[in-house]
């Protein structure tokens, strides 16, 4: 099970106010980068006979293996702001950190 904080929950109901006929935001793990695996985030404007709904998330099983026990937050770092997840699956980033690995 993913968690979210009330943080990205806010986050996750505005983008979702500002957009027609939206389900949810689909979060995708795919294969990625020099280690291994990327998350993706994009608008779901429908849900798949085998995908899981999460509050306002749309996962797929696939995806689901990689993020149970995930925490979701919404972090503002000065000026950069974004989803960040919180995963005690990963045993480590590639260097750039765009991608990890399990």
Same mark, same amino acid.
Do not use: A
């Given at each position: 099970m993913i968690t979210i904080s009330e943080g990205a929950k806010r986050i996750l109901a505005l983008r979702l106010s500002e957009?027609? *006929?939206?389900? %949810?935001?689909?979060?995708k793990v795919s294969s990625a980068g020099c280690g291994g695996y990327a998350y993706n985030l994009e608008?779901?404007?429908k849900k798949?006979?085998?995908d899981i709904l999460i509050g306002s998330l749309?996962? *797929?099983?696939?995806s689901m293996a990689f993020l149970t026990g995930t925490r979701l937050e919404y972090k503002v770092e000065g000026l950069s702001e %974004?989803?960040?997840?919180?995963?005690?699956?990963?045993?480590?980033?590639? %260097?750039c950190g765009e991608?990890?690995?399990v």
């Open positions: 957009k027609k *006929d939206v389900l %949810g935001i689909r979060v608008y779901s404007y798949n006979k085998e749309v996962i *797929d099983p696939f %974004g989803f960040e997840f919180v995963n005690p699956n990963i045993s480590g980033e590639c %260097g991608s990890f690995y």
